[in-house]
């Protein structure tokens, strides 16, 4: 069956600007989990979704992230007034449920601030 | 703060060698452990490891989790080209809400 799928794969905007990444999750996987990955870095986890709230957003950086998922399928995350910083490749990955359950991730989203 | 320390950072080898990765990990209320290849983006799924002392294999591949030592190994046997990637591992507790990564070995095989 299908994995889970992000788009844009690449998304290069200017500092100051707002950006949305989607995340298609695995069909009838509740769990949804965001991280990013920097450049030769392990994935750093941003937030978990169960369902449609967010159950866990204590990976956020700070207030300018936020990510919802409205109808408990797709996600959103969005950043607003982009800094260089924010440049790094965000991952998704769903799981049936939370517990003991593998996570299977996406293809990543490359955001570059210029 | 939950840790996972992975070594080395990068290894090159040549093709039909055997390689050992390494994880250490210090995660609070520790479930289980996770090993990932990540190619190029998508980190693919390789093993769960929830007990202690018990081998997982595919393949070429095998796993062992010493919870008493807080650590683990990804083997690699008779190693190909195609093995060349970033194995990542990360732990996750309990509450199942994250996993915490290790930064990754960087493996290279050459031909």
């Known amino acids: 069956g299908a994995g889970v799928s992000q788009t844009p794969s690449n998304k290069v905007t200017e500092k100051g600007k707002y950006v949305e990444l989607r995340c298609d999750p695995i069909s009838g996987h509740t769990a949804l989990y965001w991280y990013r990955q920097s450049l030769g870095q392990g994935p750093e986890f941003l937030i978990y979704f169960q369902g449609t709230g967010a159950a866990d957003d204590s990976g956020l950086p700070n207030d300018r992230f936020f990510a919802v998922r409205p109808e408990g399928s797709v996600s959103t995350l969005k950043i607003q007034r982009t800094e260089r910083g924010d440049s790094a490749v965000y991952l998704c990955?769903?799981?049936?449920?939370?517990?003991?359950?593998?996570?299977?991730f996406g293809p990543g989203t490359r955001l570059t601030v210029l | 703060e939950d840790k996972v320390v992975q070594s080395p950072l990068s290894l090159v080898v040549h093709e039909g060698d055997t390689v050992t990765l390494n994880c250490s990990y210090e995660v609070t209320n520790f479930r289980s452990l996770l090993w990932y290849k990540q190619e190029k983006k998508a980190p693919t799924f390789l093993f769960m490891l929830t007990s202690s002392g018990i081998e997982k294999k595919s393949g070429r591949l095998s796993s062992i989790l010493d919870k008493k030592e807080l650590f683990s190994i990804l083997n690699i046997t008779a190693t190909q080209t195609g093995d060349s990637a970033v194995y990542l591992c990360?732990?996750?507790?309990?509450?199942?809400?994250?996993?915490?990564f290790g930064g990754g070995t960087r493996l290279m095989v050459k031909p």
């Open positions: 990955a769903s799981s049936w449920d939370r517990v003991a359950d593998t996570q299977y």
């Open positions: 990360a732990g996750i507790d309990n509450a199942g809400n994250m996993l915490t």
